[in-house]
């Protein structure tokens, strides 16, 4: 009998290990997809505007600490948004406000990201179009509620 329960709990101890592998191997390819579709996009977008790079793990280092600063940076420009539109009396006021403070932390990140990296070089019109097509994205992709508020 006790040899029965050791092989149930084996089996189970084995299944529970076959479990997190996958599930971490599932999480990995998700995050891979994503950073892939990211990396992809932004070589696709410099591509377009000849924005030269030394080498692909110069875009590769940009790529990452511009999504590094990004992600430090939305909650500030987010807070500040709050915090601005809180004592703001006039509401029509308020989507104008969100698109300077997106746009400049925006900006901010991939300017501070190009010159963090020394083997690329992008140039100041280039980053104010990034800047524009990830402000356009944004919209198109963010909740109508957030937009009207």
């Not at 029965?4 to 709990?9: L, R, T």
């Not at 891979?32 to 790079?53: D, H, K, R």
């Not at 992600?71 to 500030?76: A, C, G, H, N, R």
Request: hydrophobic share 60%; aromatic share 14%; net charge positive.
């Amino acid at each position: 009998m006790s040899r029965k329960g050791n092989k149930s709990s084996f089996q189970s101890a084995k299944q529970k290990l076959i479990s997190i592998i996958l599930v971490t191997l599932f999480a990995g390819i998700a995050c891979a997809t994503i950073f892939g579709a990211f990396f992809f996009g932004i070589a696709g977008f410099l591509s377009l505007f000849n924005v030269q790079y030394t080498s692909l793990f110069a875009l590769i280092k940009f790529v990452l600490c511009f999504f590094i600063i990004g992600f430090i940076m939305e909650p500030i420009s987010r807070l500040m948004t709050l915090i601005i539109s809180s004592k703001l009396s006039s509401k029509e006021k308020l989507p104008v406000i969100r698109m300077m403070f997106n746009c400049l932390f925006s900006w901010l990140s991939i300017y501070l990201a190009d010159a963090l990296v020394s083997g690329i070089d992008i140039p100041l019109m280039t980053e104010f179009l990034a800047v524009a097509v990830l402000y356009l994205a944004e919209i198109a992709f963010a909740d109508k509620e957030v937009i009207v508020s």
